[in-house]
């Protein structure tokens, strides 16, 4: 399965949000190798648990700080956050009906690290241009 390595590329510059993604990032990490040693479907639950928290509480923390500075994507943000909990939803679903499978552990991770690292890199590095603008303008 696909590792993530922290890398400027994914950094948007902002430490709370860039600390916040690299635990996400963590977790997807560990899954996958779970799923490479052929213990996915007893990681996935760790996962869906941790990220069923995690992640209502970090869309909060990021949609907060896009609107506090004005961003222009904090609608599309908001948007793409409730899309990826509609997937997450709907695999928690799956997850629960097919017993925790490793086929399941292998879609989740696929899916939403997917997403992750595109949401990241479309949208996210754009809140953080966002902010590190309205610091340097409040500064001046």
Not at 94 to 111: D, F, P, V, W
Request: charged share 20%.
């Amino acid at each position: 399965m696909q590792k993530f390595e922290w890398s400027d590329q994914l950094s948007v510059g902002v430490p709370m949000i860039d600390t916040q993604h690299k635990e996400l990032i963590n977790a997807f990490n560990d899954l996958s190798e779970a799923i490479e040693q052929g213990t996915g479907a007893s990681a996935i639950k760790k996962l869906l648990t941790f990220l069923k928290y995690f992640t209502e509480w970090h869309f909060e923390q990021e949609e907060s700080c896009a609107a506090k500075h004005r961003c222009a994507v904090a609608e599309t943000n908001h948007h793409a956050h409730t899309r990826f909990l509609n997937i997450f939803s709907a695999l928690q679903i799956e997850y629960r009906e097919s017993g925790a499978s490793e086929e399941i552990a292998r879609k989740a991770h696929t899916q939403l690290a997917d997403w992750l690292v595109s949401h990241i890199m479309t949208i996210d590095t754009q809140i953080g241009a966002c902010v590190r603008h309205a610091r340097a303008t409040s500064q001046s």
